[in-house]
């Protein structure tokens, strides 16, 4: 990786300043990237260029094997801290190039929560994990005990201090891993399939958490999910990858008009609702200014088309 | 037993675990005739895995009783049950433990003291079923996840068992994962007339691939029924915390227009939209004249 590719967000920030029109530097930057497990015969990522801007709320999706997973880890420096292999091009999270970056300085401000809800929780009680992470990095235990009432109401599991995890649900479990992500104030926050093993009432429990955490906008949001008529419901913008690429990038609202590409990937399948609108669309009953991904927005549509009376 | 006879029949059964506060069924009753292919739905601790351990004998009810191809669970060995029901687990890393595929697949009947050249039959014409035989002497944790899944099916296929409990068969896996192997499920069922029981959170593969649904809340059958019946049974859904498919929901809140509230797929309601928006004009063209 050259370290003098791309100047990080954090120099631009003065250029990009003067005019209202301006974008905000984004809070990620991924330059080129390419990687290859050490075993591996091809190139897992070939060439991903993305940004994410500062309170945006990133959707990831795509078929198994496509790299998703893997682009997660080198957005939180995993790759290469942790792992070997072969990494190429940059990435770079406030400012900080996540290869020159130890993993300490990157745990403050990139945090992770993974797909098995059982695999990530270390503390016999909520308190004991959520304080887990600042312990290691020897916060003061007032200011991390100050932080936890405050997180858990965030996830929705205000008083839970003394439970015990083992005692937990799947969907509490994994709301306390995004609220023990959260404890180290980071400015983003990858979740990376953290509702596949949950039941429904736990899938729900975790989107409402995330719904939140986008209205509260501190945080930057990446998350890869299978679920997509939810994704689609919080998501800012979208990022289909298959083969190593992101294929398209795109708000919900312009993405899932590409019905065509979604056939192609066979990762996932369209909303329903998207699905019915562009059949209707076709037929000349709703127009492409009607079209939503979202279903309260859809039902408005259709409630108005059905409304409609013939002159 | 006659070929009328149900070939799973649970009566009034209720079980509590050792130890545990609340029953984990509560005076269930269920048949199922051979060659039906049916999915348990509902949430976590609804009831749904221990009543599908009450069907190869795994778990005996406390009081009631379950007939399995007319023999009394608890009057026969668990392992003469394991020839008529095979149970797939939801993690498939759960049961996945030999050297290759083949290996893999022959445990099962070798186990039940099927013959060996039986046993070679059984396990190429299962791999073949699932498409992996020309994978027979991999090993099998290089394959994908979705391959897994489809080995265990498959080692469940070679015992030759008529029926097949599948526990959570699509978690985990995209579109084309979920499509292979409902596909599968639904090719065993209809081609070889085996019956199949999945167990599943998936309300979306419920209502494309499975006729029958029973729904269950908290140790109860609250629906059972054809999949449009019971997944428009919105009293039993509330209860069981289950929701719908989206144009399920979507047709429902559209009630008022006239649209029909058991619309199951996006082209039932985007027929039933044009429909509607005819007959409207129909009418006014009615009025007009």
Same mark, same amino acid.
């Given at each position: 990786m050259k370290p003098d590719a791309e100047p990080g967000p954090r120099l631009e920030t003065g250029s990009h300043g003067e005019g209202p029109s301006a974008l905000p530097a984004p809070v990620i930057r991924a330059r080129g990237l390419t990687y290859r497990y050490p075993t591996g015969e091809r190139d897992v990522l070939q060439g991903i260029d993305l940004d994410v801007a500062p309170g945006e709320f990133l959707g990831v999706t795509g078929p198994s094997g496509a790299g998703k997973s893997t682009l997660c880890l080198c957005l939180k420096g995993l790759i290469p801290h942790s792992f070997a292999g072969t990494l190429g091009g940059s990435v770079i999270v406030n400012g900080l190039d996540t290869s020159a970056t130890g993993p300490a300085q990157l745990a403050e401000n990139v945090a992770m929560v993974f797909q098995d809800p059982e695999s990530q929780i270390i503390g016999l009680t909520v308190a004991e994990d959520l304080a887990f992470g600042p312990e290691n990095l020897t916060q003061p235990p007032d200011e991390i005990r100050a932080r936890i009432p405050k997180l858990l109401e965030t996830v929705g599991l205000a008083g839970f201090e003394a439970r015990e995890t083992y005692s937990l649900s799947g969907g509490q479990k994994q709301r306390v891993a995004i609220a023990a992500a959260l404890m180290l104030?980071? &400015?983003?926050?990858?979740?990376?399939?953290? @509702?596949?093993?949950?039941?429904?009432? %736990?899938?729900?429990?975790? +989107? $409402? @958490?995330?719904?939140?955490?986008?209205?509260?906008?501190?945080? @930057?949001? =990446?998350?890869?999910? #299978?679920?997509?008529?939810?994704?689609?419901?919080?998501?800012?913008?979208?990022? =289909?990858?298959?083969?190593?690429?992101?294929v398209a990038d795109a708000p919900p609202r312009e993405l899932f008009r590409d019905a065509d590409l979604f056939h192609r990937t066979q990762g996932e399948r369209l909303p329903q609702v998207a699905e019915l609108l562009l059949a209707l669309e076709r037929e000349g009953l709703v127009t492409p200014a009607d079209f939503t991904p979202r279903e309260d927005e859809a039902v408005a549509v259709l409630s108005r088309l059905l409304e409609r009376r013939p002159r | 037993m006659s070929a009328g006879d149900p070939l799973i029949e649970v009566e009034a059964v209720s079980? *509590?675990?050792?130890?545990?506060?609340?029953?984990?069924?509560?005076?269930?009753? /269920?048949?199922?005739?051979?060659?039906? +292919?049916?999915? /348990?739905?509902?949430?976590?601790?609804?009831?749904?895995?221990?009543?599908?351990? #009450? +069907?190869?004998? /795994?778990?005996?009810?406390?009081?009631? &009783?379950?007939?399995?191809?007319?023999?009394?669970?608890?009057?026969?060995?668990?392992? $003469?049950?394991?020839?008529?029901?095979?149970?797939?687990?939801?993690?498939?890393? #759960?049961?996945? +433990?030999?050297?290759?595929?083949?290996?893999?697949?022959?445990? %099962?009947? @070798?186990?039940?003291? /099927?013959? *060996?050249d039986q046993v070679a039959r059984n396990v190429e014409e299962a791999l073949r079923l699932v498409g992996l035989l020309e994978k027979a002497d991999d090993y099998p944790f290089l394959l994908g996840r979705g391959e897994r899944q489809r080995l265990a099916v498959a080692s469940i296929l070679a015992m030759g068992s008529r029926i097949l409990v599948v526990d959570e068969p699509t978690t985990g896996l995209d579109l084309q994962g979920v499509r292979g192997i409902m596909t599968l499920l639904e090719r065993w069922n209809r081609e070889l007339g085996r019956t199949i029981v999945v167990i599943t959170h998936d309300i979306n593969v419920v209502a494309q691939y499975v006729p029958r649904t029973v729904v269950m809340a908290e140790g109860r059958v609250v629906a059972d029924g054809p999949t449009r019946q019971a997944l428009t049974d919105w009293a039993a859904l509330e209860m069981a915390d289950v929701k719908p498919p989206q144009v399920t929901r979507v047709a429902r809140r559209l009630a008022r227009y006239g649209i029909p509230p058991d619309v199951m797929t996006v082209d039932e309601l985007a027929a039933a939209i044009r429909a509607r928006l005819q007959s409207v004009s129909v009418s006014a063209r009615r009025e007009e004249a």
């Amino acid at each position: 990786m050259k370290p003098d590719a791309e100047p990080g967000p954090r120099l631009e920030t003065g250029s990009h300043g003067e005019g209202p029109s301006a974008l905000p530097a984004p809070v990620i930057r991924a330059r080129g990237l390419t990687y290859r497990y050490p075993t591996g015969e091809r190139d897992v990522l070939q060439g991903i260029d993305l940004d994410v801007a500062p309170g945006e709320f990133l959707g990831v999706t795509g078929p198994s094997g496509a790299g998703k997973s893997t682009l997660c880890l080198c957005l939180k420096g995993l790759i290469p801290h942790s792992f070997a292999g072969t990494l190429g091009g940059s990435v770079i999270v406030n400012g900080l190039d996540t290869s020159a970056t130890g993993p300490a300085q990157l745990a403050e401000n990139v945090a992770m929560v993974f797909q098995d809800p059982e695999s990530q929780i270390i503390g016999l009680t909520v308190a004991e994990d959520l304080a887990f992470g600042p312990e290691n990095l020897t916060q003061p235990p007032d200011e991390i005990r100050a932080r936890i009432p405050k997180l858990l109401e965030t996830v929705g599991l205000a008083g839970f201090e003394a439970r015990e995890t083992y005692s937990l649900s799947g969907g509490q479990k994994q709301r306390v891993a995004i609220a023990a992500a959260l404890m180290l104030e980071p &400015s983003i926050l990858i979740l990376d399939e953290p @509702t596949s093993e949950l039941d429904p009432v %736990g899938k729900g429990e975790v +989107f $409402r @958490t995330v719904r939140r955490l986008r209205e509260e906008a501190k945080v @930057t949001v =990446v998350m890869v999910e #299978h679920e997509i008529e939810q994704l689609a419901e919080v998501a800012d913008r979208i990022i =289909v990858v298959d083969g190593g690429r992101i294929v398209a990038d795109a708000p919900p609202r312009e993405l899932f008009r590409d019905a065509d590409l979604f056939h192609r990937t066979q990762g996932e399948r369209l909303p329903q609702v998207a699905e019915l609108l562009l059949a209707l669309e076709r037929e000349g009953l709703v127009t492409p200014a009607d079209f939503t991904p979202r279903e309260d927005e859809a039902v408005a549509v259709l409630s108005r088309l059905l409304e409609r009376r013939p002159r | 037993m006659s070929a009328g006879d149900p070939l799973i029949e649970v009566e009034a059964v209720s079980y *509590a675990y050792p130890e545990a506060a609340e029953p984990a069924l509560r005076d269930v009753s /269920l048949r199922v005739m051979p060659g039906e +292919f049916l999915a /348990l739905v509902g949430q976590n601790g609804a009831g749904k895995t221990t009543l599908a351990k #009450h +069907f190869n004998g /795994l778990i005996l009810p406390a009081r009631g &009783s379950v007939r399995v191809a007319g023999q009394d669970t608890r009057a026969v060995a668990t392992r $003469r049950l394991a020839g008529i029901v095979g149970y797939c687990y939801q993690n498939p890393d #759960h049961q996945i +433990f030999s050297r290759t595929l083949r290996r893999e697949v022959a445990f %099962g009947p @070798t186990n039940l003291g /099927l013959p *060996a050249d039986q046993v070679a039959r059984n396990v190429e014409e299962a791999l073949r079923l699932v498409g992996l035989l020309e994978k027979a002497d991999d090993y099998p944790f290089l394959l994908g996840r979705g391959e897994r899944q489809r080995l265990a099916v498959a080692s469940i296929l070679a015992m030759g068992s008529r029926i097949l409990v599948v526990d959570e068969p699509t978690t985990g896996l995209d579109l084309q994962g979920v499509r292979g192997i409902m596909t599968l499920l639904e090719r065993w069922n209809r081609e070889l007339g085996r019956t199949i029981v999945v167990i599943t959170h998936d309300i979306n593969v419920v209502a494309q691939y499975v006729p029958r649904t029973v729904v269950m809340a908290e140790g109860r059958v609250v629906a059972d029924g054809p999949t449009r019946q019971a997944l428009t049974d919105w009293a039993a859904l509330e209860m069981a915390d289950v929701k719908p498919p989206q144009v399920t929901r979507v047709a429902r809140r559209l009630a008022r227009y006239g649209i029909p509230p058991d619309v199951m797929t996006v082209d039932e309601l985007a027929a039933a939209i044009r429909a509607r928006l005819q007959s409207v004009s129909v009418s006014a063209r009615r009025e007009e004249a």
